[in-house]
């Protein structure tokens, strides 16, 4: 029986074997993923992203929890900036089982970013997408820091989670804005800490700034779901959850609100659209590598090599070598 | 006169103009930057990162006033991660001006980040030879957050300073973890602040492991710079400096610091290595745009959509919707 059969059955062990393949972009790794594809477009997404000190992994934890509880099948891509020398992807995990290991509905798999971020989100498109073929309802993809990383994400995840926590300084307010625009649920974890009536002010300020069509929903009183048309993601405003992730406070109501706004998805067309939006993605990788490896097949390495030492030497821009080897228009 | 002659001549007008059909990535800005390009090259590119709170803003702001003691041209670019609504990168010119404002050998230039940070990252490298064959010996890159952009600057700039500052709490050396990697020189900032050691100690440590070839330089004594053909990057150890940048303490050293790091990367062969590195990912950039802009006109928008149907539909994956459409083998 091969690997993917083997993973379509259950078998965990084949699952964590195509995991490492999918992270190291192997043969079998993609093959895999060609496999699978038809089996997956079935499970929730989520992102949780979130600056360091938010407590984003308790809280990815205690939600994995109430999840199983509703016995809904979990795994969680934990994307771990932390460079190799650390060990910090290792360490993640460790921590994690305490609260989650022996149970079969669960399965957590931790990366570290190595060298490449590019490929990186390749390869967490990769793993959810085996993750959702292999039958669980719920994948939750949790990345530090902020940046591209987060932007990537929010392409992936059908619903985004942006955990802030009170304390953090005034100045992470500059990360804040970039953030909210690919928040669809803004977390205040760590609730029980002083200052989160102010964490809690500036965001809705934020939201205000962002969101001025808001007016618009209070009048209505709840969500537009009734129009089933519309299609604008502007129409949903980042509702605000207080958590309290070491001792579970607002858990279920965070799960509510991730429900809610699932189905709001699914209403609007916007599920649909997210889906389109993440094939569409991929292709265009796909598309590009694909593109480039046929163009290296085709032009000579001596002749490529022979083209830099113009551009090395600045006697030739790369628009105009770019040009040249392609014997086209290069925009 | 054309624009590009009249940036060479020291038209600071002509230059913002240009600036800005690069930030629009124009087909003037492109035109542009191919007549550039052979007058790009001489100038000393550096990084500026760090979170936000480590007040790198002020800290370009004092480097920049003292090049200038050194009579040397200096731009900078700032990269600005706050979203358009909030306006940041323009209050942030603002700011700079109260110092630098009416100094003709000064060039300060903010982006926003909107919505493309691939696209920013271009305009950033295209502002950055802009500012270059406009005889600027000194062009500073400074970009807020962690994540891609970083590593983007880091493959940009000749020398990178990755900016800490006491008291950010301890949550932040997750960070730091995966910025050390790309940085050349450490610089402590706001050391008047108590926790100055603590975080001095922790890059210590944290250099230390992933530096282990260190003792070899304690034995030495010195930077192995005898060695005219030793081009292993690993071979620097980023100094550590602590500043004041309010009231300008430190950044004579500093300024030092990153003088005997360009002499580093002469004699070493690797600032030619970083150069070469350079004009290669902008050949990948622009011959990737070229291959699917090209594919584009060959293959009709309806046989596209008619694939991306399928795709939608699962029947079949990214890959193999590739491998129909450029008639090959997709990897």
Redesign the interface.
């Known amino acids: 029986m091969d690997l993917v059969t083997q993973i379509l059955n259950g078998d965990r062990l084949a699952l964590a074997r195509v995991l490492t393949h999918i992270e190291n972009d192997t ?1 079998d790794g ?1 093959a895999a ?2 496999t699978l ?2 089996h ?2 079935k499970a929730h997404l989520i992102g949780v992203t979130g ?3 938010t407590g984003k992994s308790s809280l990815v934890n205690q939600l994995a929890l109430y999840f199983r509880k509703q016995n809904k099948r979990v795994a969680i891509v934990a994307v ?4 190799p ?2 060990g ?1 992807a290792v360490l993640g995990d460790r921590v994690r089982m305490r609260d989650l290991s022996g149970d079969a509905g669960i399965f957590i798999r931790s990366m570290a ?1 190595r060298g490449s ?2 490929g990186l989100a390749q390869a967490t498109a990769g793993m959810t997408q085996v993750f959702d073929a292999a039958g669980f309802e719920i994948v939750m993809i949790e990345t ?8 990537d994400i929010a392409r992936l995840a059908h619903t985004t989670l942006v955990v802030e926590a009170p304390g ?8 804040k ?2 953030i ?2 690919i928040a669809d649920i803004l977390v205040v974890n760590k609730a029980d800490r002083p200052g989160v009536e102010n964490t809690e002010k500036a965001l809705k300020s934020m939201l205000e ?2 969101h001025p069509t808001q007016h618009i929903f209070s009048h209505h009183g709840k969500y537009m779901s009734a129009a089933p048309q519309v299609k604008d993601a502007a129409l949903w405003i980042p509702p605000i959850q207080r958590t309290i992730s070491i001792d579970g406070t607002g858990i279920p109501e965070l799960a509510e609100q991730i429900a809610i706004h699932a189905e709001h998805l699914r209403v609007s067309g916007d599920w649909a659209a997210r ?2 939006a993440r ?2 993605s ?3 990788a ?10 290296r097949e085709r032009v000579p390495e001596s002749k490529y090599d022979e083209v ?1 030492m113009q ?2 030497k ?2 030739l ?7 040249m ?2 014997n ?1 228009r ?2």
């Open positions: 043969q993609r993923l060609a594809f038809p997956a477009g600056a360091p000190g771990d900036p932390s460079s020398f650390t910090g970013t971020l590019g530090v820091g902020a940046g591209q990383s987060e932007v953090l300084g005034d100045d992470i307010q500059a990360i804005a970039g909210l625009e700034l962002s889906e389109r094939l569409e991929e292709m265009d796909v598309l590009q590598e694909t593109l480039v490896s046929q163009f830099m551009v090395y600045r006697s821009s790369p628009r105009e070598a770019v040009k080897l392609t086209g290069a925009k």
